[in-house]
């Protein structure tokens, strides 16, 4: 009986290692350093991810130009939304901003509980008298594809734009 239970057991646990998908996973996706004006940005980017994976993309921004990073949706210049779904922990299209904390320029989103005075990188500084922080997109890949994610920075009350990054996202089935 000990040696049935056992075997059916390893079975069971072969077979939950075989039928198990990788998906998950979170990629993190940026442009250009950390508190690095937007025109540091690349162009272009691609990245292969598994359907299920979660994909951050953070842009750098100071809001207190006036300028802000969008998201792209229109199908047409090929962001495909069947295969990666913009998730509301971003606030969707929005994108969520994430202002910095930082006085180092180290990593802010870490919070080591050591209390210290709030002065944004470039505060006051000409020509960054905002600070800086970063504007979050999530998406999840859900199934295999190829889809481009735009991402445009500019004003809202203006149509034109200053630049566009393009981020080629490769969605692998999983087997």
């Not at 390893?10 to 442009?31: G, P, Y």
Request: hydrophobic residues 35%.
């Amino acid at each position: 009986m000990n040696r049935q239970f056992l075997l059916l057991a390893v079975t069971l646990a072969i077979s939950a290692v075989v039928l198990a998908k990788v998906d998950n996973i979170i990629h993190e996706v940026r442009f250009a350093e950390v508190y690095r004006h937007w025109s540091a940005s690349e162009t272009q980017k691609s990245i292969y991810v598994n359907a299920g994976d979660m994909i951050l993309i953070r842009m750098n921004e100071n809001p207190g130009t006036g300028y802000r990073w969008q998201l792209v949706t229109d199908s047409t210049d090929g962001f495909n939304q069947t295969l990666c779904q913009l998730q509301p922990t971003s606030g969707y299209a929005d994108g969520i901003y994430e202002p910095s904390t930082s006085t180092d320029g180290s990593d802010d989103k870490v919070v080591d509980g050591v209390a210290r005075p709030y002065v944004p990188p470039g505060a006051g500084e000409w020509p960054y008298p905002y600070p800086w922080g970063d504007r979050r997109f999530d998406l999840r890949c859900t199934q295999a594809g190829t889809t481009i994610v735009k991402l445009r920075y500019k004003r809202s009350w203006e149509e034109r734009y200053s630049w566009e990054s393009r981020l080629e996202i490769f969605i692998l089935a999983n087997n």
